[in-house]
């Protein structure tokens, strides 16, 4: 006898929940959008039109989301590790002054945060990482910034193969990712500075980014190339060999200039004696590359 295991209804909380997430989408957009008078009422006028477009919508992305261990296969083996010598984040009190010569005037961290138990997952530290805001009026001119200061910091051995490509419409966060950063930097207001546990790319090496992002946990989340660019500012020593782990940038979407979608994500690896930055299509599962992560705690 066949036994059909049928998987639970989602449970009345779990449908309150995503409702919320909906009503909270449609209200954010409103507040974008900055309707007038005219607008709103038109819009209300054609009430049936916006909620089969909304349906519509929805649908396709409860199609997208719902479905379980997407990407299973953009997996391969790896050994790669950090072959440089890098062990674990160096102390909060070493980091904000490093990052201090490199941004006068860029505040402090709260450093007793440092003292708490690190998430699981983390690379048995806490990382300094500026809010990008602090630094540039836009995460583009940010990351463009810190690609500029590594450049310094290696004497000229640094290529960026993207140079001219960061403005808004080729690279942005992705939405969780800006969400975990918003959640951190709420928690920690006071300060200029962010303390967050992260791991340098050893925790999803052998998996494409598209895979990272579908199994990362609950408290975790893809960084980008200004936190990867900042944390290697702070820690050099984590890229000097070829053989020394690639890193992707999971929280980051990026858009060539002659592509119309968001297709990859920036990238940092390591040639010819030369830290280099590029981006590649988040469908690579590649066995030298691992993305960077980090983790609220729990």
Known sequence: MTTITQAAQATAGQ???????GSDAIEKVLGEFGLDNPGAQRVIEH???FSEAIRIAVLASLKDLSVFDKYKNEEVSSTYGYLSGYKKPKSIT????ILRQMFPGIGFADEKLAERE??????NGWFAIPKWQSLAPTYGEAVQLVLNKLNESRNGAFYNYREGELGPDQLRQSAKTVSMFQKLAEEQSKYDILVVAAQFGIRHRGRSVRRVREILLGNEFGLGAFAVGIMLLTHPERFQHDNDLYIDCAGDE?????EHEFSRAPIWNFDDDELKFDACGVGNADFNYGSASGFLPQ
């Open 254 to 258: 990026f858009k060539p200039s002659d």
């Open 15 to 21: 449908i309150k929940q995503i409702n919320r997430f």
């Open 94 to 97: 070493e980091q904000t002054n």
């Open 118 to 123: 690190v998430p699981k997952n983390a690379d």
């Open 47 to 49: 009430g049936d039109e």
